[in-house]
């Protein structure tokens, strides 16, 4: 635990007690205007204290309060005086531990279910409709509210399903508002933010890059910096973010690799310098690279040769700017920019600094006799966050709406050798998909839409009077709230028709085009 915060607002604590649920919360007490961040359960109430909480929020969790090892929370948590929510197993952990009785009734509540909400006048329910649809997954049950608990909400199965204790602003909820099944859940995390705890609309974009923008200039003074571009969206945020602090003394990198698709290079030298006016070097290593790659086909060894080069690229930039510096007499080249995002920093266990932070997140790694310190504007901020800062500060669309695009390119969606000629045809293809997803207005509905090139795969087709003996392309278009989990979307026959035909008839080698309908898991996302 640190008891750093990553911003300076005071912020609403989610308590994560293991489901995969805190940061759905999270997002969402974001999305009411009030800065959220997410500590582990195992947080003392000395370390909650210390971060300031205007609001507590307990998560829900996958265990039964009676279970061995079932996660507990600090007690003094509730002697804090801090406004508290309690959602499912935190609900039932608050009743558990301030008196009340929770009791396994072998009933199971799960998925939708009816809610009947008996005490509209309280701060929680203001507004909701008495008869609702929520989102339920438990099977204990709140049997009796602890003393001084109001009862305020009860289903069929269960007669305590939410609870409030006015006076110390205590609250609970037994199902799911976090989710977009539970019909009223966005108001119910609103009521209890600004009705119940008090709190102000005052966590937007213009706060958090004005207060970036402070923190930049003061942790940089006037060292210079250097910054990877991908062409994804956080690289290019974190670069704007850092360019409008310190101006030109950011030098931005962007390595061609070869493994991008269509347009993605023009649209980091041309559109995102012209809209920021960042001081850009592009490498072209395409050569290297595919020179690399050439015999190679275990998705592994590709991931470590295009890791390798990647760090080989970036890091001759980086020796090239800390001589120029050394030649000229100008300031020392002492900081990296990094895109590391507020998942990156709860996943790898929330604590300041960046030894444990995913490695595929990590753009091109650390090189290791380069002593630089890092700036990571994006710290604090989930990723519909980060395209809103995005949009703030002029971006363009196709930059800051862009998919999520893996570190490796296109070089994971050959399955296969990669080389020159399938990136042109995957490159094709992938152009067709993604121009007529957007054309149909699908670019929200969908996370990503990988698409991929079979080519060790050949079957036979008919075009014209002839027989072809061509590769499949695979569409794997995704519906997701965080990549860890994922469902195959649901595409408009006539879209995906359109997608087909288009491909099967422009780009040469393609004879077929397959739907993938698999969820995540057990499939992933990428095929590799
Ligand atoms: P999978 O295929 O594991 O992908 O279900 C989950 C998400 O991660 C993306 N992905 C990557 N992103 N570097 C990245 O920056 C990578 O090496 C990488 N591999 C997968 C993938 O596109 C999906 O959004």
Redesign the pocket.
Known sequence: MTEQTETQQRPALVVDFGAQYAQLIARRVREAGVYSEIVPHTATAEEIAAKNPVALILSGGPSSVYDEGAPQLDPKVFDLGVPTLGICYGFQYMAQTLGGEVANTGLREYGATDATISASDSPLMTGQPAEQNVWMSHGDQVARAPEGFEVLATTNATKVAAFADEDRRFYGVQWHPEVKHSDHGQAIIENFLHKGAGLPTDWNSDNVIAEQIARIREQVGDARVISAL?G?VDSAVSTALVHKAIGDQLTAVFVDHGLLRQGEREQVEKDYVESTGVRLITVDAVDTFLGHLAGVTDPETK?KII?REFIRAFEQVQLDLVEEAKATGGAPVKFLVQGTLYPDVVESGGGAGTANIKS??N?GGLPEDLDFELVEPLRALFKDEVRAIGRELGIPEAIVGR??????GLG?RIIGEVTRERLEVLREADAIAREELTKAGLDQTI??C?VVLLADVRSVGVQGDGRTYGHPIVLRPVS?ED??T?DWTRLPYDVLSKISNRITNEVREVNRVVLDVTS?PP??????
């Not at 998919?403 to 490796?408: K, T």
């Not at 499939?523 to 590799?528: D, L, N, R, S, V």
Request: glycine share 10%.
């Open positions: 991908s994804g991931r890791g595929h997140h753009v998919q999520p695009f893996p570190g490796p994971i996370w990503q990988p997701s990549a860890m994922a995540k499939a992933t996302i990428e095929w590799e």
